[in-house]
Nanobody, 119 residues
């Protein structure tokens, strides 16, 4: 059974930083891509960043230069370091796993973690 558990969300002021973590249990992590998506109220879920098994990454233009995705295969964990946060980054952030695509989401999702950027 595959489980994805996110942590690290919260309330932060504009310009601040947060580091999201997602532990992916089961045997898939070492053989699959992973990623982060977000969904703001009234909007569709959108890609934030994805990372393949070999460490290749894809980052949305809206967060490029501010957010960095990384993975630790020994810990079955994918991270999203978020710097210079803006109010428009406010959303529920979802971890995604499974598959090998740098472009498309895998089959597995976490429950989401709320990120709120506000003064």
């Amino acid at each position: 059974q595959v489980q994805l558990v996110e942590s690290g969300g919260g309330l932060v002021q504009p310009g601040g930083s947060l580091n999201l973590s997602c532990v992916i249990s089961g045997s898939i992590f070492r053989f699959s891509a992973a990623g982060w998506y977000r969904q703001a109220p009234g909007q569709q879920r959108e890609l934030v960043a994805r990372i393949t098994v070999d460490g290749s990454t894809k980052t949305a233009d809206s967060v490029k230069g501010r957010f960095t995705i990384s993975r630790d295969n020994a810990r079955n964990t994918v991270y999203l370091q978020m710097n210079s946060l803006k109010p428009e980054d406010t959303a529920v952030y979802y971890c995604n796993g499974g598959g090998n695509s740098i472009l498309y989401a895998g089959a597995y999702w976490g429950q989401g973690t709320q990120v709120t950027v506000s003064s």
